[in-house]
């Protein structure tokens, strides 16, 4: 089945075509871009499994196919990859009219998407995600970022896609722990915005239940739906709504950098991050205790592991060089109620004591 989300914004619109079939896909493409030539980006993984699928089907409607590899994982989501992307296009005459495609998951997605953004000053994109975390979450919205090695995500732009298109069929080729790393973004939009999709996740993570197909295109309709809306209200996250996305993510990037990207994949932190998050919530007494155990439960119940034992100060002096902190005061997406979040500034003694009673809990 077919679902159609359009992203609105005020200088540009672009779709999201949720469909398993091709010709959808081809329907859509043809009006959002005018091109001959495409310069597929992936990585060594999906290159194995799902390239050759992609450019075949490019080149037999008859146009140019160009491609670039770069490197699985966090690992490759740098500079590095980055100018070696440059490189590649020009030797294959990718000019201005040409477009890029990110065929993979989030890290092909945010550097695929920075290579199109700067490439001749800017050049024309679509996304293919492949993974659960960027069918729900990367793939909409335009953030573009490679790390550094001081911290995630710090140098990066903007840059809208013209077309994402979601084909969940790729789904199959996915590890479980990759299924779960994506799961925790769409749990993240039940916490900040929906009691009721909360509820429908807490069903279908019932013990002993595989995700259905049916639920898969179900949980990435509702996910790209609110990243949708959001992204149409605050594009480039200034009036705060947007920063809602972020529960759970400051605590997240700081552990990935203080593990070195090594020992937990982004979705696996930012569950962590959402616990820490929510206790900070019942600390400054923004919710209460039920809801603090309804957000532990449902992290419980999707099977995350929530216990990591990190130094606090160290942790606070990363969060307190992240996008969000302003002149060192860190800001901080809270929980009021399931689907009801705000974003404040929080003192560092109480994060600092968080912190220091969640490392202690997990001793
Ligand atoms: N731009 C944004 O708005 C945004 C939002 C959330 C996350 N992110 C970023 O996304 C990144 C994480 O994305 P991710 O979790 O998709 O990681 P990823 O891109 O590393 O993909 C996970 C792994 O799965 C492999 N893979 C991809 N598709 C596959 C398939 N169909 N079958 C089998 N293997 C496949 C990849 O090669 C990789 O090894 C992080 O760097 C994060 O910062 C960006
Ligand atoms: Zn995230």
Partial sequence: ?????????????????????????????????????????????????HLKYFTDLLKQKGFNVKTAVISAGEIGKNIKSLSSLYDSALEAGIDRKSCTVALGGGIVGDVAGFFAATYMRGINYIQVPTTLLAMTDSSVGGKTAVNIKGGKNVTGVFHQPDLVWINSTFLSTLSERHIKNGLAEVIKYAFTFDRKFYEYLSDMLEEGTTISPKDFDYTIYKSCSYKAKVVEKDEKEITGLRAVLNFGHTFAHALETITKYKKFLHGEAVAIGMLFAIKLSLELKTCNIETYKEVENLLYKAGFI?????????MLSLMKKDKKSIDGNIKFVLIKDIGKAIS???????VLSVLKNFTEENK
């Fill in 1 to 49: 089945m077919k679902q159609l989300i359009t992203v609105n914004l005020k200088t540009k619109k672009y779709d999201i075509v949720i469909s398993q079939s091709e010709n959808d896909f081809f329907t859509v493409l043809e009006k959002a871009v005018k091109t001959n030539t495409f310069f597929v980006i992936t990585d060594k993984n999906v290159e194995k499994l």
């Fill in 306 to 314: 929530l216990n990591t034992k990190n130094d606090a100060k160290q």
């Fill in 344 to 350: 404040s500034y929080v003192k560092d003694d109480v």
